[in-house]
């Protein structure tokens, strides 16, 4: 091999062929396209092809292996890193594939995509979620090991792997990256080992304009096994020591009290003539001098692309056989486990196969009629605290907000090393309870990771005012359908003093036009019962449970229709007293006034429908017979009631209806001085009603 590769014991010649097959693909592949980003792609294929080739425990043909490491390109735009390496690993791209990178139709889009392409995680693409939610992978994998097999000596479990995330210098950059990695810090997670491409280059430029901080010193605050490899040699020349990286990596996995964060210095782009270290390789091809200088650079004819030798693509195929023996060996260790642990072995099953345990449904609390009742975030509190024995699997927690959003079962420890547990939050590395700290962003990311690991179902805490510092999370979780249940309390002006800066104003209308997200927001207690029970039994996408700090009345059920019909979005409530003239919709904290209104209109003739909307996406996922008899077409007098802007309601107004909305921010004072003074009584909902009404000519 040439003097600036130092491979490790037992690569070939094939494997440094193998590497510059890399880099040529990926020049080749986005000057075909015409556009994306070959820089990291080229410079870090001997690490990519360590990972892959040597070091990660995984099987092309099977890569849903449940005793696979887990590999998270948090540099998402450098897609190639991966893709390439799919590619020649086979687990199910071929070489067309990279020749079709970014276009329609592909298995190769700009950023890897967890649910199009096979062998990828999780989708990345907004720097530092990546990392962040692999933050959620490691913690998973030690949640489901002190499910499984908790008394197994560190490394000897079938259930021990690693998590490998490659990330960039803008990745940490964004701040949701520093908030999981001090999460991950605190929580000791040796079983994380992430690899900084420190070539100090972003889009527009070199690093220094911007990112100057000792960053390798900031990881070893954060509590970090902290490494350097230098292929720059201090800047004197570019050596590639993938042996030095090789025997960093294997070192870090003997660390399992910490991290582990690789500084890798390199070059971006190397070893392209003239165009190696310069940003304009970062996101642009690198035009047909470039492409052709790279190719002579490695010794690969400038007049052919996508060139893959066929001794190259058999040796790196390989993998697969290389990956039977391993896994075989990982076999006897498993059915060992199954053999002595048969219930585990039961639970591990049923977890698998996503399904609920016999029983599943008696451990829904009921909630007597009362017309002071409890807020909706206590109710939830107790379903959890029902659920607790009964869903090993379910675990979660909160942002620092534990005691206000009612996160945290009743007598399960905390998930946290020992030497962190305190005397309020007594815990151990197997723990239940989460604790995120004041970090909404990282917590939302994590939530991410620990459901795409795949066997645990999460959740996570916070004011729903404060779900904006997710949003990003959030947003990336419902692109993914990723299982994620966040617990958004403090749902509206009825949190009271705090005044306009914790009142969720527009956050409804706001998550309400994210693809995917479905909101739930109950009525009462037994809503939120049944809102826990269709979230667990759904067990599809992310959803927002919106519950509120202050009481509200618990429905008498004998009066009104069961709370079971929240599952379908929405229900009618209670019907009118003949054929209805108007139609009440109501979610939340605001059904009682639409309840009130709705006897008073009948008390004056007036037969009117009440209907509880609690989630409007899943209502609209409901076939068109179910929403016309919910919301018949006939009936144009209606009068929507939410405590937020009026936006997601029109549709379902049409012409003639009225909204009882907010359509400002909010004040300090208490919630009853605040819904009186905004309007949100049962008179101003009669008062919308009887002008909806008129407009409809009835």
Same mark, same amino acid.
């Given at each position: 091999? !040439? ?6 014991? /037992? ?41 892959y ?27 190639? !890193? ?35 392409? !096979? /062998? ?28 499984l ?8 479990? =079938? ?11 803008g ?12 999460i991950?810090? !605190? ?73 582990t964060?690789i ?19 970062? /996101? ?26 066929? &001794? ?7 993998l ?9 060996e ?18 591990? &099953? ?40 009964v ?34 939050? =007594?815990?151990?590395?197997y ?55 966040y ?73 009104y229709?069961?709370a ?31 309840a ?103």
């Amino acid at each position: 091999m !040439t003097e600036n590769f130092k491979a490790p014991d /037992g690569w070939t010649e094939l494997d440094k062929r193998a590497v510059d097959t890399v880099r040529v693909l990926a020049a080749d592949a986005v000057e075909k396209v015409g556009n994306g980003h070959p820089g990291t792609a080229v410079s870090l294929a001997p690490a990519a092809y360590l990972l892959y080739q040597d070091l990660m425990r995984h099987d092309p043909k099977d890569p849903a292996w449940i005793g696979r490491d887990r590999f998270v390109l948090s540099a998402g735009h450098s897609s190639l !890193t991966q893709y390439i390496q799919l590619y020649l690993g086979g687990f199910g791209l071929e070489k067309q594939d990279i020749e079709e990178l970014r276009t329609w139709g592909s298995k190769t889009p700009g950023h890897p995509e967890n649910f199009h392409t !096979t /062998g990828v995680e999780i989708t990345t693409g907004p720097l530092g979620q990546g990392i962040s939610s692999a933050v959620g992978f490691a913690m998973a994998q030690r949640r489901e090991r002190g499910l499984l097999d908790p008394e197994a000596a560190a490394g000897t479990s =079938p259930f021990d792997h690693f998590t490998y995330v490659i990330a960039s210098d803008g990745d940490l950059q964004e701040g949701v990256s520093s908030e999981a990695s001090s999460i991950a810090g !605190t929580q000791q997670l040796g079983n994380l080992i992430v690899l900084w491409d420190d070539n100090e280059i972003s889009i527009e430029g070199d690093t220094s304009i911007a990112f100057t901080e000792d960053t390798a010193a900031r990881y070893e605050a954060y509590g970090w096994d902290v490494r350097t490899v230098d292929w720059t040699q201090g800047g004197t020349e570019y050596v590639e020591d993938v042996a030095a990286l090789k025997a960093e990596i294997l070192a870090a996995q003997k660390v399992t009290d910490k991290p582990t964060f690789i500084r890798l210095r390199t070059v971006i782009g190397w070893p392209i003539p003239e165009l190696a270290g310069s940003h304009s390789v970062h /996101g642009a091809k690198l035009g047909p001098e470039g492409v052709a200088g790279l190719k002579k650079a490695v010794g690969f004819d400038p007049e052919q692309q996508f060139q893959v030798d066929e &001794d190259v693509l058999a040796h790196t195929r390989g993998l697969a056989e290389r990956a039977a023996a391993a896994k075989a060996e990982w076999e006897k260790g498993y059915q060992a486990w199954r053999s002595a642990n048969p219930e585990a072995a039961t639970l591990l &099953d049923r977890l698998s196969a996503r399904e609920l345990p016999s029983g599943f449904e008696d451990a829904f609390p009921t909630f007597e009629a009362d017309a002071k009742g409890i807020a909706t975030r206590a109710a939830s509190g107790k379903v959890l605290a029902e659920l607790a024995p009964v869903l090993p699997e379910l675990w979660g927690g909160s942002a620092d907000l534990a005691g206000s959003n009612n996160t945290t079962m009743k007598g399960e420890p905390s998930f946290l090393p020992e030497a962190n547990a305190s005397a309020e939050f =007594p815990g151990h590395e197997y723990g239940r309870t989460l604790h995120f700290g004041i970090r909404e962003h990282a917590m939302g990311s994590i939530l991410s990771g620990i459901a795409l690991h795949g066997l645990t179902r999460p959740y996570g805490g916070t004011f729903f005012q404060f779900a904006d510092y997710m949003r990003g999370a959030v947003r990336l979780a419902s692109l993914m359908k990723v299982p994620a249940t966040y617990v958004w309390t403090h749902d509206s002006i009825g949190l009271g003093e705090d005044g306009p800066t914790h009142q969720p104003v527009e956050h409804l209308a706001a998550y309400r036009a994210i693809p995917n997200l479905a909101l739930v927001r109950p009525a009462d207690a037994n809503e939120t019962a049944q809102a826990w029970k269709a979230i667990l039994e759904r067990d599809s996408g992310p959803v927002g449970l919106i519950l509120s700090r202050q009481a509200m009345p618990t429905f008498d059920r004998e009066e009104y229709a069961g709370a079971e019909g929240l599952a379908r979005g929405a229900y009618v409530m209670k019907e009118a007293s003949a054929a209805p003239q108007l139609i009440l919709i109501a979610t939340g904290s605001e059904v009682q006034y639409a309840a009130e209104a709705q006897k008073q209109l009948e008390a004056e003739g007036v037969p009117t429908r009440l209907v509880s909307m609690p989630s409007v996406e899943w209502f609209d996922e409901q076939d068109e017979e179910y929403r016309e008899s919910v919301l018949p077409s006939s009936v144009t007098a209606r009068v929507s009631v939410e405590a937020g802007i009026a936006m997601p309601w029109y549709r379902f107004l049409g012409t003639h209806g009225r909204a009882v909305s907010l359509e400002h921010y909010g004040a300090s004072a208490d919630a009853k001085t605040l819904f009186r003074e905004y309007g949100f009584t049962a008179e101003a909902v009669v008062a919308a009603a009887k002008d909806s009404l008129a407009a409809a000519g009835a």
